[in-house]
């Protein structure tokens, strides 16, 4: 493979990451490499591929171009799927550590927080990660800060410079693991504000079309690394060769479904503050977001998700849902087509997740197709 070049543009890189060695008549693409084992005879080192289940040809490519996107030091490590890499990360608590997590983190990360501390491994602080002065009131004897910006589906946008700094301060062993889900390395890089570990499903925006379930962790800390990587290894959470194959073809495009989708996303969320059906929309793009001040200095952009509560309740949100015919009703979220849910329909959810929130991800679209689609529905959602 070639080796990292940092110098190029995050919109270069996702098209120029992770090719094969440019020679006469090489292959331009990676190939699928289709193999549980390879070849060897001699001990067993580290680095080594030796076996299917310790690496795969086809993960490097992608792993390669993870961490040039996210500036790491050493290449990423893809699992199975997000909450796969979650667990790798949460193994990370030791026994009796402090686990300090956003109450709105991604629900399947909360639930595997609670199971673990029930089992008595670590305690778990659930807090308000906008609300700094509350996360700095939990930070005493904190073994893993958990964070998440914008939250899913809430979109708080953390205050990472000052979380980060005091989580030192409180306990320098500290491990500050980052979902990037959300934003992706194009729009936020948690490395670059000192986050040891970032999480992404990859499931979502990297790969970008539906089609595909998995997860990755990227660290510039070769002992943290070694941690995650036996983790894996051991515990067998591995990417099949055809899906890591898909997450890079994918990737290809990130740069402009990114920019399409954001630019997308800031237009229907001014139109929808303004709908007489909709009683909030939360959106860190818009001025009046309370999370906006702080995504404008932290973020290169503000995503792709928007969150609409409805007026009316939860009937006047699943009779929306109901009536419209563009936008795709399913859970998920960061492929090309645009999908909508009631986050509450998950019975996991959290209650502070209001019933009447619906939560949208803007996808490539036509604009104007996707707003008409979407205020026909509100329209009849009122006027029932
Ligand atoms: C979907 C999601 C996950 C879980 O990833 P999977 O690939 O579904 O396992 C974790 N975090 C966030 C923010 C997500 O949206």
């Not at 609670?114 to 089992?119: C, G, I, T």
């Not at 004897?141 to 409180?170: F, K, Q």
């Not at 329909?345 to 689609?373: A, C, F, K, Q, Y």
């Amino acid at each position: 493979m070639e080796p990292a070049e940092f110098s190029y543009a995050p919109d270069t890189t996702v098209v120029s990451a992770g090719r094969p060695a440019r020679e006469h008549d090489a292959a331009v693409n990676p190939p699928i490499v289709l193999s549980s084992t390879y070849h060897g005879s001699g001990p067993v080192v580290d680095g080594d591929r030796a076996y299917g289940r310790y690496s795969n040809l086809s993960w490097e490519p992608f792993e390669q171009a993870l961490a040039e996107l996210e500036r790491a030091a050493l290449p990423g490590l893809l699992f199975s799927s997000g909450l796969a890499a979650a667990s790798a990360a949460m193994e990370l608590i030791p026994p009796g550590g402090v686990l300090v997590i956003p109450r709105h983190a991604y629900q399947g990360a909360l639930v595997m927080a609670r199971e673990l501390s029930a089992k008595g491994l670590f305690d778990v602080r659930e807090v308000d990660i906008a609300e700094t002065d509350q996360v700095l009131a939990a930070l005493e004897g904190v073994s893993v800060l958990w964070l998440e910006s914008p939250t899913n589906p809430m979109l708080e946008i953390a205050d990472l410079p000052v979380l980060i700094e005091a989580a030192r301060r409180a306990n320098p062993e500290v491990i500050l693991v980052m979902d990037n889900t959300f934003a992706t390395p194009l729009v936020q890089r948690p490395l670059e504000f000192g986050v040891d570990i970032v999480l992404h499903s990859v499931t979502k925006y990297l790969a970008g079309h539906s089609d595909v379930v998995l997860g990755a962790l990227v660290t510039s800390e070769p002992r943290l690394r070694e941690r995650l990587l036996h983790h894996r290894s051991i515990h067998g959470a591995i990417a099949g060769p055809f899906e890591a194959w898909l997450a890079l073809r994918g990737l290809r495009t990130l740069a402009l479904r990114i920019e399409r989708s954001q630019a997308t996303a800031l237009l229907l969320a001014e139109r929808l503050r303004t709908h007489p059906a909709v009683a909030r929309v939360r959106y860190p793009g818009l001025s009046v977001d309370p999370g906006h001040a702080r995504a404008k200095a932290q973020m290169n952009g503000f995503g792709s998700v928007i969150c609409v509560e409805v007026l009316g309740g939860q009937p006047s949100a699943d009779s929306v849902v109901a009536a419209l015919r563009l936008w795709t009703p399913a859970t998920s979220l960061g492929g090309v087509e645009s999908l909508i849910e009631r986050r509450r329909r998950h019975l996991n959810e959290p209650h502070t997740v209001p019933e009447n929130l619906l939560r949208l991800s803007v996808g490539i679209e036509n604009p104007e197709d996707l707003w008409e689609d979407l205020s026909q529905a509100l329209n009849l959602a009122r006027t029932r």
